[in-house]
């Protein structure tokens, strides 16, 4: 069965700076996806940024990119710039590959944005 | 980009009683759909994954005759559950994947329930 492991609950970072959260996880497949989702308040689940696992090249968008370390099953995510819009908690998800396969989820990690 | 919607989005309902839950892809057909529950501060835990026209598979732990799910259509999916107790209150989530394209996942808003 795949896990997916966020050791950081509680992160927090000054407004503009930048902040890495940590996500391992642990499978025995080849083929996959890994994601990274953010939940604010609203509790309304927002897809931050996605890795296929076939992809050498690092995921980025704007402002948000990853370090995905394949054989060392890692996937961390750097968020630069902090705004205070960033508040929220951050979810690490597996994937098999597969059209009707489940996210599994790590348990989160909280990020506060201070100003 | 995708919508999928959850309906109500908050209900309150006594001990004992059904309460139903409905989730619709607004403008892509869902081919799956799953069902999340999340305690507060607490990650999403999947209940159950349902395909179109088909039973659903349950998670182990969770009881299929108290959470029934129904994926009736391509856009709708509804979660009953049954003789609701107040440890039933939750917060439950659901997402659909998309059945055409890259086959993208979208998540609901929500659905907070309350039993008294």
């Known amino acids: 069965a795949q896990t997916v492991t966020q050791s950081q609950p509680e992160m927090s970072v000054q407004e503009a700076e930048t902040v890495t959260l940590s996500c391992t996880y642990d499978?025995?497949?080849?083929?996959?996806?890994l994601f990274w989702y953010k939940q604010p308040p609203s509790r309304q689940m927002i897809l931050v940024i996605r890795?296929?696992?076939?992809?050498?090249q690092n995921a980025t968008e704007n402002r948000f990119s990853v370090n995905f370390q394949k054989a060392a099953k890692s996937f961390s995510l750097k968020i630069s710039d902090s705004q205070l819009g960033d508040t929220a908690m951050y979810f690490c998800?597996?994937?098999?590959?597969?059209?009707?396969?489940?996210?599994?989820f790590g348990k989160g990690t909280k990020l506060t944005v201070n100003p | 980009g995708a919508v999928v919607s959850q309906h109500p989005s908050w209900v309150i309902c006594k001990s004992g009683t059904s309460v139903k839950i409905e989730c619709r892809s607004l403008?892509?057909?869902?081919?799956?759909m799953f069902w999340y529950r999340q305690f507060p501060k607490q990650s999403l835990m999947l209940m159950a994954t349902?395909?179109?026209?088909?039973?659903?598979?349950?998670e182990q732990g969770v009881e299929k005759d108290k959470f029934l799910i129904n994926h009736a259509s391509l856009t709708l999916s509804t979660l009953t559950v049954t003789s609701a107790h107040p440890e039933d209150s939750s917060f439950y989530i659901c997402?659909?994947?998309?059945?055409?394209?890259?086959?993208?996942?979208?998540f609901g808003p929500g659905t907070r329930l309350t039993v008294t």
């Open positions: 403008d892509f057909q869902a081919t799956t």
């Open positions: 890795q296929e696992a076939y992809k050498q």
């Open positions: 349902s395909n179109e026209g088909s039973k659903a598979t349950y």
């Open positions: 499978t025995s497949e080849n083929n996959y996806y």
């Open positions: 998800a597996f994937n098999r590959q597969g059209g009707s396969e489940k996210l599994v």
């Open positions: 997402s659909a994947r998309d059945g055409t394209g890259l086959g993208r996942l979208y």
